[in-house]
């Protein structure tokens, strides 16, 4: 399979597994992103499948998945979102307002909803971690990827 069909099979694997990931199926989701990534590595897979994990409690796997999309990406704004967020459950509060300056630094590029979200990450001055996690996921439910 040339470099191509591998990229369109890997986007393949990850409109499956945000579908999956909206509907609630998690499992199916970090399944479907994994095999994404397994084809063709893109900052999208890495990055939700980081989030996936995140909502299971498997922050440092989420560290390591958001870090790796931000090496391919550096300006993808959503890998340090959910970096901070992986941080924050973690409790590492200075680790989670790191990567959300680093995502308001970068979001000025992005769409009106993007920058919103991310001032609002980074202005949050009493950081609650389950608060966070429901803006995101209503955030990604009204404005899907």
């Known amino acids: 399979m040339d470099s191509g069909e591998k990229k369109k099979m890997s986007v393949h694997y990850?409109?499956?597994a945000y579908e999956a990931q909206t509907h609630?199926?998690?499992g199916e989701a970090i399944e479907l992103y994994q095999k994404s990534i397994d084809t063709f590595p893109t900052p999208e897979a890495l990055t939700f499948l980081g989030w996936a994990l995140s909502f299971l409690g498997k922050y440092d796997e989420a560290i390591s998945f958001c870090k790796k999309a931000i090496e391919i990406d550096p300006g993808f704004v959503q890998a340090y979102w959910a970096l901070g967020l992986a941080h924050g459950g973690l409790g590492n509060d200075a680790e989670y307002r790191a990567a959300a300056h680093e995502a308001l630094k970068r979001s000025s590029a992005q769409p009106e909803q993007v920058r919103r979200l991310t001032e609002i990450l980074v202005s949050d001055a009493d950081f609650e971690f389950e608060r966070e996690l429901e803006l995101l996921h209503a955030y990604t439910r009204?404005?899907?990827y």
């Open 24 to 26: 609630g199926d998690l």
């Open 14 to 16: 990850f409109r499956k």
């Open 142 to 144: 009204v404005h899907p």
